[in-house]
């Protein structure tokens, strides 16, 4: 069974600074979808930024971009000036191309300081 | 707004009770995901639905079950309910049931047991 591992509960960073959040995943497939969420205290589920398996470029999407390392399995998140709206919880997500269900990581706690 | 609705937002009840949540899909999506967030077991996938049709099984109690109707609203129906069934249960849509689609997560449904 795929598995999805963010080894940080908790990351804080200042305002306009930059933060790197990390998951790594374990699967013995080879075509996937990796996705970044965002949890905010409204609990609302937002899509962040996906990446294919198969793309070798890294996906971005205005302030936030991913670093994909598909042999060392790993998709960490950077957020480029962090603002206060980015606090947030952030969960790592896995699919594989065949199936259906969202595998998820344990979560990360952002929060910006001013 | 993701466009995904679900009732209702608060549901307070009592342990051995019944729970029906209800969920409207985006407009066009055709598949509907019902997702698990407990502070014990994080995120956890439960069951899709694509057009009617169940297509993915996860870790879905016996006492719960799900259903899609003609219009393709989705219904999670919990019985005999339990003080670790409190959690909130996310609908999430999207168009197709493979693929690299989005899946589009509603406002979700906290239930707490008592």
């Known amino acids: 069974a795929q598995t999805v591992t963010q080894s940080q509960p908790e990351m804080s960073v200042q305002e306009a600074e930059t933060v790197t959040l990390s998951c790594t995943y374990d699967?013995?497939?080879?075509?996937?979808?990796l996705f970044w969420y965002k949890q905010p205290p409204s609990r609302q589920m937002i899509l962040v930024i996906r990446q294919e398996a198969y793309k070798q470029q890294n996906a971005t999407e205005n302030r936030f971009s991913v670093n994909f390392q598909k042999a060392a399995k790993s998709f960490s998140l950077k957020i480029s000036d962090s603002q206060l709206g980015d606090a947030a919880m952030y969960f790592c997500?896995?699919?594989?191309?065949?199936?259906?269900?969202?595998?998820f990581g344990q979560g990360t706690r952002l929060t910006i300081n001013p | 707004d993701s466009g995904v609705t679900q009732t209702p937002k608060h549901l307070i009840t009592a342990t051995g009770q019944r729970v029906t949540l209800r969920c409207s899909p985006r407009?066009?999506?055709?598949?509907v995901y019902w997702y698990q967030q407990s502070l014990d077991q994080g995120l956890q996938f439960l069951i899709q639905y694509y057009n009617g049709e169940e297509r993915a099984k996860g870790n879905i109690l016996e006492r719960f079950s799900a259903q899609q109707f003609p219009d393709l609203h989705s219904e999670l129906n919990l019985s005999s309910l339990e003080l670790g069934d409190s959690a909130l249960y996310f609908c999430?849509?999207?168009?197709?049931?493979?693929?690299?689609?989005?899946?589009?997560f509603g406002p979700g449904t906290r239930l707490t047991v008592t």
């Open positions: 997500a896995y699919r594989s191309a065949g199936a259906q269900k969202l595998v």
């Open positions: 407009s066009g999506d055709l598949s």
């Open positions: 999430a849509s999207s168009v197709g049931g493979t693929g690299f689609y989005e899946q589009y």
């Open positions: 699967t013995s497939e080879s075509d996937y979808y």
